[in-house]
């Protein structure tokens, strides 16, 4: 089920919304191949109707699993939108949709998360990449068909004769 905002209770009074959110509501699986997402995300917001807007306001969290861009370890990245603050439009070019006197917050959430996103999730900041192992090997398996001389790309293209 969506985050939906009740307008006539809004009306009355701000609300306080609190809760988890499954991660089907998101839509935002296989959105990066080193990052899932299966825990649901939790939220605890204060929402408020302003003259021709809603303003919502409070604490996002959701765990990330990934995998390290250098060494391919699993761990788990903690996405917390402390602070989080989302201004929806109820009349103009940028209004949101009303379906039955409520309105979706699950869209504005959806954003920024994604915009919360490490662009490039690493186990730790130092981390080494791979086992200098398991490196040698792959140099040793690609020298394998290669001639003695080092042959690169550029050789090979030089030799294309255009008439």
Not at 2 to 8: E, Q, V
Not at 15 to 35: S, T
Not at 62 to 79: G, I, M, Q, S, T
Request: hydrophobic share 40%; aromatic share 4%; charged share 30%.
């Amino acid at each position: 089920m969506p985050l939906l905002i009740n307008l006539r209770q809004l009306d009355k009074e701000s609300l306080h919304l609190e809760g988890k959110l499954p991660v089907a509501e998101l839509d935002i699986a296989g959105v990066d191949e080193l990052i899932k997402v299966e825990a649901p995300l939790k939220y605890d917001l204060e929402v408020q109707k302003l003259e021709n807007e809603i303003l919502a306001q409070g604490n996002v969290s959701l765990d990330l699993k990934c995998e390290c861009a250098r060494c391919l370890k699993p761990f788990v990245y903690r996405l917390e939108l402390e602070d989080w603050a989302g201004l929806l439009a109820l009349e103009g070019e940028e209004k949101v949709v009303i379906s039955n006197d409520c309105v979706d917050l699950t869209p504005s959430l959806r954003e920024d998360i994604l915009l919360g996103f490490p662009q490039h999730p690493l186990c730790k900041p130092e981390c080494g990449g791979l086992p200098k192992k398991a490196i040698v090997k792959t140099k040793k398996a690609s020298k394998a068909g290669e001639s003695k001389e080092n042959v690169s790309a550029w050789a090979e293209l030089n030799k294309i004769k255009f008439k």
